[in-house]
C-alpha cells in the first residue's frame, strides 16, 4: 500500500515523520501518531483510534470520568512538539479515539499555536469531557471542528458533542 501511495500523484510528494507508538499498561495508556508534510506546504496530525489491545479499551473506558487520560495528554504534548518542530500551517485529524485526541490536543495546545491550526477532523470521534467542552480553548477551534459520523454512530455519539457535525450515509450499522 505504501509504495503505490508512493508512487500516485495524490500522495506521491507526502512525507510522513514523527511516527510515535507507545502503549503502557500501567499507566492505561495506549497511543499512536504520525504527520503528514504535504505538498500543498501544510502538515497533517493523524492520531490512530483505539488498537486491539486490553490497555487501548480500558483507556477508553476512563474517559468517560477522566480527563485528560494518558493518552489526552500525550497527544498534546505531540501537537506541541509537531508545531514547535515545524512552523507550516497544521491539520489535525484521527477515527474514534484519534478524533477525541485531535480535539482535545487542539483545545488545550498554547494559544500562539492553536492560530496556526487550520481544521481539526473527529471522524466518528467519541465527543469531549464537559470541562473541554466548556474551556476557552475549545470556544477558539469550535468553528474549525469537522465532525462527521456515519448514520449508525455509536462511539461518536458518546460523551458531550460538538455543536455541529455532518452524518454520512451508511451501508452498514452497528460496531
Same mark, same amino acid.
Given at each position: @500500500?505504501? #509504495? ?6 495524490? %500522495? ?5 515523520? !514523527? ?7 500501567? @499507566? !492505561? ?6 504527520? %503528514?508534510? @504535504?505538498?500543498?506546504? /501544510?502538515?497533517?496530525?493523524? %492520531?490512530?483510534? /483505539? ?7 480500558? #483507556?477508553? %473506558? ?17 501537537? !506541541? ?6 512552523? @507550516? ?6 477515527? &474514534? ?12 495546545? &498554547?494559544?500562539?499555536? =492553536?492560530? =496556526? ?12 469531557? !464537559?470541562?473541554?467542552?466548556?474551556? #476557552? ?9 469537522? &465532525?462527521?459520523?456515519? #448514520? ?18 451508511? /451501508?452498514?450499522?452497528?460496531?
Amino acid at each position: @500500500l505504501l #509504495e503505490w501511495m508512493g508512487a500516485s500523484k495524490r %500522495f506521491g510528494g507526502a512525507v510522513i515523520r !514523527e511516527y510515535h507508538y507507545e502503549t503502557d499498561r500501567d @499507566l !492505561e495508556k495506549q497511543f499512536a501518531a504520525m504527520t %503528514f508534510f @504535504l505538498p500543498d506546504q /501544510t502538515a497533517y496530525v493523524a %492520531f490512530r483510534g /483505539t488498537d486491539s489491545s486490553l490497555v487501548g479499551w480500558k #483507556e477508553d %473506558f476512563n474517559m468517560a470520568f477522566a480527563c485528560p487520560v494518558p493518552a489526552q495528554a500525550e497527544a498534546l504534548h505531540y501537537l !506541541e512538539m509537531i508545531c514547535g518542530i515545524t512552523s @507550516l500551517p497544521v491539520r489535525v485529524g484521527g477515527h &474514534s479515539k484519534g478524533g477525541n485526541l485531535a480535539v482535545y490536543a487542539a483545545a488545550n495546545i &498554547s494559544p500562539e499555536k =492553536r492560530g =496556526r491550526i487550520l481544521q481539526v477532523y473527529s471522524n466518528d470521534g467519541p465527543g469531549m469531557s !464537559e470541562s473541554t467542552i466548556n474551556s #476557552e480553548g475549545y470556544r477558539a477551534i469550535a468553528d474549525k471542528i469537522i &465532525s462527521i459520523l456515519p #448514520e449508525f454512530s455509536i462511539i461518536g455519539m458518546l460523551l458531550h458533542q460538538h455543536k455541529a457535525f455532518k452524518v454520512v450515509s451508511s /451501508t452498514s450499522s452497528g460496531l
